[in-house]
């Protein structure tokens, strides 16, 4: 159900992969390209966004926009930047590209559903017979739409190779993925379209979530608000940042790191259970006794709301938190902290988002300020696997004259 069907075959993907040892060779080939070494090179691409996304928020100053419909526009363009040096133009265009936001939601919502239930898929979209009618009432295809998200990236790719931007000094990702290894092609084409789709997958929406998670976060807290603006005014004084602002430079940042750890806590994007399978021979988890094959799992989201690990105002947004922390319960802290999942199939884009939104959050605010238009409206928040938010309509505002 979470394969996807590519010119030669169906295939697993890194996310669907089950066997622990073809994880591993799926995954040997392409975590160099999102090292924190390789994100150097692909800043150039990050920084043209937020650019673009500073623009706009210029010709904004003074009005109501959806701020959390502009970070997705956002980390699509820059994660169809980093990946296929391809900005598919959600800023510019100021809309949805070919629908592949909506696609993705759709598919979610099936996911999310008969993922819990997976005997249904074959009498859903499983079936072919389903699958075809489906197609002839747009707001049922919505829901099947993993055809249409392969498709949509295997055109981004024909585009690449048939070298229509011209990739030859390009350092994006998939020019790494890429790579040759005695003459050979490390990756069939079958792969790196995994790979690609992947990325779109896996690195739009959560980035969005986290994005709007700082942004509302820093609305309603006023105090942790003005000390991130305090902190970025001081470095600003100080020469300490560039223009734009680079991801090293952010790192050093400490309360903006701060503000994006404990965002990312108060919401982590995924909020269903990250599922395990208990090995050959069982274990034993919590003195309950687990046979082999059975699946256990954790949500992010309860994790994250442990009092015993984040103390008493473990629902409050903090960030002095992570800077207050002794050693010993630092460590209880970080362990315990799972937006981007834990062990062998930990995050590979974490990096990746955590450069996205190091420049962008000081680099805009450094210019503007956000203001809930209507603080006394809650946010409406859609669990379907990754959590997204809806209205966080604010007020833009312009820091300095
Ligand atoms: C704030 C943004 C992001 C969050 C919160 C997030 C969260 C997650 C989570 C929870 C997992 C599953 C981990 C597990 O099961 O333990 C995951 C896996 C993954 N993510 Fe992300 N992600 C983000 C951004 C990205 C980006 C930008 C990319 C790509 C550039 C990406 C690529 C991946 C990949 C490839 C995997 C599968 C790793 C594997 O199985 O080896 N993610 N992510």
């Given at each position: 159900m979470f394969d996807i069907k590519t010119p030669s075959g169906q295939m697993p993907t890194i996310f669907s992969v089950r066997d622990e040892a073809l994880?591993?060779?799926?995954?040997?080939?392409?975590?160099?390209?999102?090292?924190l070494s390789s994100l150097k090179e692909l800043e150039p691409m990050n920084d043209a966004c937020s650019k673009i996304f500073t623009q706009k928020m210029d010709g904004f100053v003074g009005k109501d926009i959806d701020l959390g419909v502009w970070v997705h526009w956002y980390a699509w363009d820059t994660i169809s930047s980093i990946t296929f040096s391809n900005r598919l133009g959600f800023m510019e265009q100021e809309k949805?590209?070919?629908?592949?936001?909506?696609?993705?939601?759709?598919?979610?919502?099936?996911?999310?559903?008969?993922?819990?239930?997976?005997?249904?898929?074959?009498?859903?979209f499983g079936n072919r017979f389903v699958a075809w009618l489906a197609d002839f009432i747009p707001s049922v295809a919505i829901l099947n739409s993993s055809k249409y998200i392969?498709?949509?990236?295997?055109?981004?790719?024909?585009?690449?190779?048939?070298?229509?931007?011209?990739?030859?000094?390009?350092?994006?990702?998939?020019?790494r993925f890429k790579r040759f290894k005695d003459g050979e092609l490390v990756m069939s084409d079958s792969e790196l379209l995994s790979h690609a789709s992947g990325n779109i997958f896996a690195g739009s929406d959560t980035t969005a979530a986290s994005m709007r998670s700082i942004f509302y976060n820093l609305c309603r807290n006023g105090n942790a608000h003005?000390?991130?603006?305090?902190?970025?005014?001081?470095?600003?004084?100080?020469?300490?940042?560039?223009?734009p602002v680079t991801f090293a430079e952010a790192q050093n940042l400490k309360y903006l790191q701060a503000v994006i750890k404990e965002a990312l806590r108060m919401h982590p994007a995924v909020g269903?259970?990250?599922?395990?399978?208990?090995?050959?021979?069982?274990?034993?988890?919590?003195?309950?006794?687990?046979?082999?094959?059975?699946?256990?799992?954790?949500?992010?989201?309860?994790?994250?709301?442990?009092?015993?690990?984040?103390?008493?105002?473990?629902?409050?947004?903090?960030?002095?938190?992570?800077?207050?922390?002794?050693?010993?319960?630092?460590?209880?802290?970080?362990?315990n902290f799972m937006a981007f999942g834990a062990g062998t199939r930990t995050c590979l884009g974490r990096n990746v988002s955590l450069m996205e939104m190091s420049k962008l959050v000081p680099q805009v605010l450094?210019?503007?300020?956000?203001?809930?238009?209507?603080?006394?409206?809650?946010?409406?928040?859609?669990?379907?696997?990754?959590?997204?938010?809806?209205?966080?309509?604010?007020?833009?505002?312009?820091r300095h004259e």
């Open positions: 994880h591993k060779s799926f995954k040997r080939p392409v975590a160099g390209a999102y090292s949805d590209i070919n629908n592949i936001i909506a696609a993705i939601e759709g598919r979610l919502f099936y996911n999310s559903i008969v993922g819990q239930v997976p005997s249904l898929h074959r009498f859903l392969v498709a949509f990236t295997a055109k981004q790719l024909e585009r690449y190779q048939s070298k229509e931007v011209n990739t030859s000094d390009l350092q994006d990702m998939l020019a003005r000390k991130l603006l305090d902190e970025i005014d001081e470095a600003d004084k100080k020469g300490e940042l560039s223009d269903l259970l990250l599922e395990r399978v208990v090995p050959a021979g069982g274990a034993e988890l919590g003195g309950v006794w687990l046979s082999e094959g059975t699946i256990v799992g954790m949500n992010p989201w309860v994790a994250a709301r442990d009092k015993a690990t984040y103390g008493e105002d473990a629902y409050q947004f903090r960030p002095e938190r992570w800077l207050e922390a002794g050693e010993e319960r630092l460590k209880v802290m970080e362990r450094r210019r503007f300020e956000f203001e809930l238009t209507e603080p006394e409206k809650e946010l409406r928040m859609y669990d379907y696997w990754f959590v997204q938010q809806k209205g966080l309509v604010c007020t833009v505002k312009r």
